[in-house]
């Protein structure tokens, strides 16, 4: 049950690794985000005080709750072993690697959880070379189902 997605990672990235994360959520956010409110286009994670944080995620407030409502975009923690966040930040610190969200979602047991990828920034020409193959494969598709369709 996937709440919030970051389609532009894929575009502005390369992601080399994929770690899923639990998420520190208060009850209102909860309940946003199983209204499928949420977006996490310009967030990223960062290390603070020896704990991940999710940082920019916005997850509006809940219509029906009272003064005791979340700040929408408030630093969220990141639940990972320490061995994996002591990974990640190894490689941040090396040029170009930055931590950046895929995903949001609710796993079979109900749970919040995020999908995190370890990523490195795509220059200009690397980002028109995937648009160019994401063309060419919906290209593809196309010639091969107009073929299916002719037999």
Same mark, same amino acid.
């Given at each position: ?9 894929? #575009?502005?990235?390369f992601?080399?690794?994929? =770690?899923?994360?639990?998420?520190? +959520?208060e ?5 946003? +985000? ?9 967030a #990223? ?14 997850? /509006? ?6 003064? =005791?409502?979340?700040f929408?975009?408030? /630093?969220?923690?990141?639940?990972? #072993?320490?061995?994996? &966040?002591n990974?990640l930040?190894?490689?941040v610190? +090396? ?8 995903s949001?979602y =609710?796993?079979?047991?109900n749970?919040?959880? &995020?999908?995190?990828? +370890? ?11 995937? &648009?160019?193959q ?12 107009r ?5």
């Amino acid at each position: 049950n996937i709440v919030a997605q970051n389609r532009k990672a894929r #575009h502005d990235y390369f992601i080399e690794e994929i =770690f899923e994360a639990g998420i520190v +959520l208060e009850g209102t956010e909860v309940k946003s +985000l199983r209204e499928g409110k949420a977006s996490i286009i310009d967030a #990223h994670a960062s290390e603070n005080s020896g704990g991940l944080y999710l940082l920019n995620c916005y997850i /509006p407030e809940y219509s029906k709750a009272n003064r =005791f409502n979340h700040f929408p975009r408030r /630093p969220r923690k990141l639940l990972l #072993h320490r061995r994996e &966040i002591n990974k990640l930040m190894g490689k941040v610190k +090396l040029k170009g690697y930055t931590i950046v969200p895929i995903s949001i979602y =609710f796993n079979n047991k109900n749970k919040a959880k &995020i999908e995190l990828g +370890l990523a490195k920034g795509k220059a200009q020409h690397d980002k028109r070379a995937t &648009i160019k193959q994401r063309e060419w494969d919906r290209e593809k598709g196309r010639i091969s189902k107009r073929g299916s369709d002719d037999s």
